[in-house]
C-alpha cells in the first residue's frame, strides 16, 4: 500500500501580505528611531563642539591679558592699597592698565577697589554691584554684519600690593580677574564665569 503524504498548508496570500506590511512597519519605525538618535548625537557634538571653541577663545582673552601686564613696566600698573589707588609710589586717578589689542591700538582694562568676589556667587547675566566692568565683544566668527554669534566677556580686575620689607618680599602685587563670557547658541543665550589669579614682582616674568 502506497502511503500518501500529509496535505502542506501553505500561508494564504493575505496572511503573507500581513505579516510583510508588520515587518515592514517595524523596519521604519526602527530606522526613524535611529535616525532621530544619530540627529540627537550629532546635534549635541556640536553643541559641545561650539561651546569648546568659545570657551577656549576666553582662556586665551585672558591669557594675552595676563601675558601683557606680566611684561609691562611695574611702576605703570596701578593697583588700590586699602582705598587709595596708586600706580608705583604714587596716588593717581587712573585706574586703566594699558594692555593693547595689537601693536596700534589701545585696548584697556579698568581695576576694581575692595576685595575680589567670589565667582559663584556671580549671577549670570549680570554685572555685580561696586566692581568696574569691563566688556568686551569679540568677533571670533569673523561676521562683522552681526553681533548675535559673538563672543561676549564681562572682565573685573583686582590689583593689590604684596610687598613685606620685614620678612623680605620685594615690591610685588596680585592680580585676580573673575570674568564671564556668553554666545548664543540657537537663539539661547549661554553665560558662563571663571576665575584666575597670578602674582607679578617687580622682576618681570616671562
Request: charged share 15%; net charge negative; with cysteine.
Amino acid at each position: 500500500m502506497i502511503g500518501l503524504a500529509p496535505p502542506r498548508f501553505g500561508r494564504s496570500a493575505c496572511g503573507t501580505r500581513g505579516s510583510t506590511l508588520i515587518e515592514i512597519a517595524m523596519g521604519v519605525s526602527i530606522m526613524a528611531m535611529v535616525f532621530v538618535g544619530v540627529m540627537g548625537a550629532f546635534i549635541q557634538s556640536r553643541r559641545m563642539t561650539e561651546t569648546s571653541i568659545f570657551q577656549n577663545s576666553a582662556v586665551t582673552v585672558i591669557q594675552g591679558y595676563m601675558e601683557q601686564i606680566k611684561n609691562m613696566d611695574f611702576s605703570e600698573i596701578p593697583y588700590y592699597s586699602g582705598s587709595s589707588l596708586m600706580r608705583g609710589t604714587i596716588n593717581t586717578t587712573d585706574d586703566k592698565i594699558y594692555t593693547q589689542l595689537d601693536s596700534e591700538t589701545l585696548d584697556v582694562l579698568r581695576i576694581s577697589p575692595g576685595t575680589p568676589i567670589d565667582p559663584q556667587s556671580v549671577t549670570l547675566g549680570q554685572v555685580p554691584e561696586g566692581v568696574v566692568d569691563n566688556e568686551k565683544l569679540i568677533d571670533i566668527n569673523d561676521t562683522p554684519a552681526t553681533t548675535d554669534d559673538d563672543l561676549l566677556m564681562h572682565i573685573w580686575i583686582w590689583v593689590a600690593p604684596l610687598d613685606n620689607a620685614s620678612i623680605g618680599v620685594s615690591p610685588s602685587r596680585s592680580f585676580n580677574i573673575v570674568y564671564t563670557w556668553s554666545f548664543t547658541d540657537g537663539g539661547i543665550k549661554q553665560t558662563h564665569v571663571d576665575a584666575v589669579a597670578t602674582i607679578r614682582s617687580v622682576v618681570p616674568t616671562f
